[in-house]
Nanobody
């Protein structure tokens, strides 16, 4: 059984930065990660994704140039560095994982991922 745990959320003023992390535990070889977010009253949406090696990344247009997804190795935590935060970035952020998937493709759909973390709240004040 594998698990994903997010951390790093919090309250920040507009223009500020936060770094989220997603750590996987359990038995697996490699994993790809997608970050999603869900604001109150809205559907969950894709934010950024990274493949198992870190060679491929993809971002939603709304965060491109402000957010960076990264990892140090195939089993290391995945980070989402969020800069120039805006009030509209306020949401619960979820980490999703697809394990033992050797591909450069980045899934943008929730159904691309098998396991989900519990979510971490990010609040950006104006």
């Amino acid at each position: 059984q594998v698990q994903l745990v997010e951390s790093g959320g919090g309250l920040v003023q507009a223009g500020g930065s936060l770094r989220l992390s997603c750590a996987a535990s359990g038995r697996f070889n490699i994993y790809a990660v997608g970050w999603f977010r869900q604001a109150p009253g809205k559907e969950r949406e894709f934010v950024a994704g990274i493949n198992w090696s870190g060679a491929s990344t993809y971002y939603a247009d709304s965060v491109k140039g402000r957010f960076t997804i990264s990892r140090d190795s195939t089993k290391s935590p995945v980070y989402l560095q969020m800069n120039s935060l805006k009030p509209e970035d306020t949401a619960v952020y979820y980490c999703a994982g697809r394990f033992n998937f050797y591909s450069d493709a980045i899934g943008q759909r929730q159904t691309s991922y098998e396991h989900w973390g519990q979510g971490t709240q990010v609040t950006v004040s104006s």
